[in-house]
Each structure stands twice: as structure tokens, then as C-alpha cells.
């Protein structure tokens, strides 16, 4: 299996025009139980168990005892997942202006993502 030569093209190069690269970015392609898990587009297992136990980089994950569709929350779980949420907004919980925002946080990222972290903060479930 390989993807590309960093000797021949720059690593961004091969990392965003590789077909390899391109079908582990796409959870739709995720086989096994990964395929039909509501947690496939924030986890999608482990790629590397994949492979070395099936030959299949897309393979379900061998190790994952997680049976997909247990999750109680589901509906919660798939409406804020349609919500953009950049990762970095998980420190700005609480915050009601963007105007602290660390360097590279847009106000787009303070938008999408501060009412995900507010609903899901642990004093709105306690």
C-alpha cells in the first residue's frame, strides 16, 4: 500500500491528492460495524488494528467493542455533529463575545461553535 514519495512530491501534496488518502478522510467508506456507527465521523476507529488484522485499511476496527446504535443520545449526537465545530472552540465554553478569541479563532468558530460546548456542558447536565 502506499500513497506517495516525499522525495518526489511535498507531503501536503500527496496527503490531499492520494486516493488512499482521500478514502480515509471519507467515513461513508468505513466497512464492518465502523461503517454504520453513529460515532464514525469524530472516530473511525483505528485504522492501523484495520489493516494488520484484515489487509483492509477500511475495514471495521477489531478492537472496538462498541455495539454501533447504543449511544441513548443519538438524535443529540447527530444534530450537533450537522453543526460546524472546530475543535479549539471547546475552550471558549461560557465565553458571550468573540472578542478574547485566541489568534486563528474566526468569529465564524466562535459562532458554530460555542452553543455546541454550552449545551453539552457538564453544569447543564449535572
Request: positive net charge; charged residues 15%.
Amino acid at each position: 500500500m502506499g500513497a506517495g514519495n516525499v522525495r518526489d512530491r511535498p507531503l501536503t501534496e500527496i496527503y490531499r491528492s492520494a486516493p488512499l488518502f482521500a478514502d480515509l478522510r471519507d467515513p461513508e467508506l468505513l466497512g464492518g460495524r465502523c461503517g454504520v456507527c453513529e460515532f464514525r465521523t469524530i472516530c473511525g476507529g483505528s485504522r492501523s488494528r484495520a489493516y494488520a488484522g484484515t489487509g483492509d485499511v477500511l475495514a471495521e476496527e477489531p478492537w472496538c467493542g462498541y455495539p454501533p446504535g447504543s449511544f441513548p443520545h443519538q438524535s443529540d449526537v447527530a444534530r450537533h455533529l450537522r453543526t460546524p465545530w472546530p475543535v479549539l472552540s471547546i475552550g471558549l465554553a461560557g465565553q458571550t463575545s468573540p472578542a478574547a478569541l485566541p489568534a486563528g479563532i474566526g468569529r465564524a468558530a466562535f459562532t458554530a461553535g460555542v452553543p455546541f460546548v454550552n449545551a453539552w456542558s457538564p453544569s447543564r447536565h449535572a
